[in-house]
């Protein structure tokens, strides 16, 4: 009995949301879980790769999605260069979603962020986007992350 609510536990911590904030006036996520983070600022090694699980509602019909990362540090905002493999969402929708999307669909899909080995130890916020072809914003939030030496 023990051991079952041990791993009861255990899969509703990795399950669990993440808090993080609003970009302004933007589309907020229904769902943001970053993984190993349910405080923030969210911890992630370097040399390793954070993994953000989003959900969110189409508020209109999109052809194409795009995933933009936007790091706010020391009061500069500077764009973060999203590798190709990430960049384009429709390749990591979930649950037999695929693009096209339409207004009123549920969206769920999985961004890895990868933290380079020369990253300095520092926190900044993030704060993460999806756009369509006509660059209007279908959801956005902001993350604060501590970047970290691994051990």
Known sequence: MYRLLIIALTFANALAETPVSRCGDSPFPT???IEGCDIQPCPIIKG??????????????AKNLTTNVV??????SVAYPVPDDQKYTCQHLLHGSYCPIYKG?????VFELFIGTFYPEISLSVEVSVTDEKDR?????SAAISVKKGE
């Not at 669909?105 to 899909?109: F, G, K, T």
Request: proline content about 0%; some cysteine; overall charge negative.
């Open 105 to 109: 669909e549920d969206v769920s899909y």
């Open 137 to 141: 914003v279908l959801t956005c939030f």
């Open 31 to 33: 769902y943001v879980q």
């Open 48 to 61: 390793t790769t954070g993994r953000f699980h989003l959900e969110f509602v189409a508020d209109f019909d």
């Open 71 to 76: 790091a706010k540090i020391f009061g500069m």
